[in-house]
C-alpha cells in the first residue's frame, strides 16, 4: 500500500527554521518526482517544491527560493524540506505527493500529483 506520512511541523517564530519529514512506505520514493505543497486557510493548495525521481534535480516556487531546501534519504525512503527564514505568509498545512506519471514541465502543479499525505501544520506566529 502505497502511503505518505508528513512529520516536522509545528509553532516557530519569524525567521526561525523548521525541517518536515515526508516517510515514503509501499514504494521507492527515489523512482518517482516527489513535491511538497502547501494550503493556507481560505486559499488554493500551492506547489513549493519538487524533486526529481532518480536525480537531484529540484524546483522551488518564487515564494520560497532561497529559503527552502529539499532533499531525499534513500536509504529512509524519506524527502525532507527544510524551511529558513520564515514568515508569517509560511503558515499553511503542508502535504507532501507522489507523481505516478512524471508532472514535467508543470512540477508544481497539484493536480499532475497522485498520493497525497495527511499534512502537516506549521504556524509562523511571534
Known amino acids: 500500500q502505497v502511503q505518505l506520512v508528513e512529520s516536522g511541523g509545528g509553532l516557530v517564530q519569524p525567521g526561525g527554521s523548521l525541517r518536515l519529514s515526508c516517510a515514503a512506505s509501499?514504494?521507492?520514493?527515489?523512482?518517482?518526482?516527489i513535491g511538497w505543497f502547501r494550503q493556507a486557510p481560505g486559499k488554493e493548495r500551492e506547489g513549493v517544491s519538487c524533486i526529481r525521481r532518480r536525480s537531484t534535480t529540484t524546483y522551488y516556487a518564487n515564494s520560497v527560493k532561497g529559503r527552502v531546501t529539499i532533499s531525499r534519504d534513500n536509504a529512509k525512503n524519506t524527502v525532507y524540506l527544510q524551511m529558513n527564514s520564515l514568515k508569517d505568509e509560511d503558515t499553511a498545512v503542508y502535504y507532501c505527493?507522489?507523481?505516478?506519471?512524471?508532472?514535467?514541465?508543470?512540477?508544481?502543479?497539484?493536480?499532475?500529483?497522485?498520493?497525497w499525505g495527511q499534512g502537516t501544520q506549521v504556524t509562523v506566529s511571534s
Open positions: 505527493a507522489v507523481a505516478y506519471r512524471s508532472p514535467w514541465p508543470a512540477m508544481l502543479n497539484p493536480g499532475a500529483y497522485s498520493v
Open positions: 509501499g514504494f521507492t520514493s527515489d523512482d518517482y518526482d
